[in-house]
Nanobody
Framework: QVQVVESGGGVVQAGESLRLSCAAS????????MAWFRQALGKEREGVSC????????FYKEPVKGRFTISRDNGKNTVYLRMDSLKPEDTAMYYC??????????????????WGQGTQVTVSS
């Protein structure tokens, strides 16, 4: 049984940092692309970042480029999202997802088979 579990969310002030973690089990993690999505209240879920399994290539949506960093530790079956210089508009539920690849368009939900339950990030101004 595949499990994807996010952690690390919380309440921070604008300009501060957070690191989200996502532990996956029941799948061949080293051969799985991992992505982060987020959903703000009243808005659709959107892709944030993806990291490939083959060579560790990373992809980011424009609003987070230069502030967020995705990484993975295959030995721990875990993917991370380091979020720096957080803004109030980053407030959302953050979800981790597992899929076959980060091939374009990596930011579409249908490309990912397994999802976590989410972790809330709240950034106050």
């Amino acid at each position: 049984q595949v499990q994807v579990v996010e952690s690390g969310g919380g309440v921070v002030q604008a300009g501060e940092s957070l690191r989200l973690s996502c532990a996956a089990s029941g799948l061949s993690f080293a051969n799985t692309a991992m992505a982060w999505f987020r959903q703000a209240l009243g808005k659709e879920r959107e892709g944030v970042s993806c990291i490939s399994w083959r060579n560790g290539w990373t992809f980011y949506k424009e609003p987070v480029k230069g502030r967020f960093t995705i990484s993975r530790d295959n030995g721990k079956n875990t993917v991370y999202l380091r979020m720096d210089s957080l803004k109030p508009e980053d407030t959302a539920m953050y979800y981790c997802a597992a899929g076959d690849s980060c091939s374009a368009p990596w930011y579409l939900e249908f490309k990912y088979k397994y999802w976590g339950q989410g972790t809330q990030v709240t950034v106050s101004s």
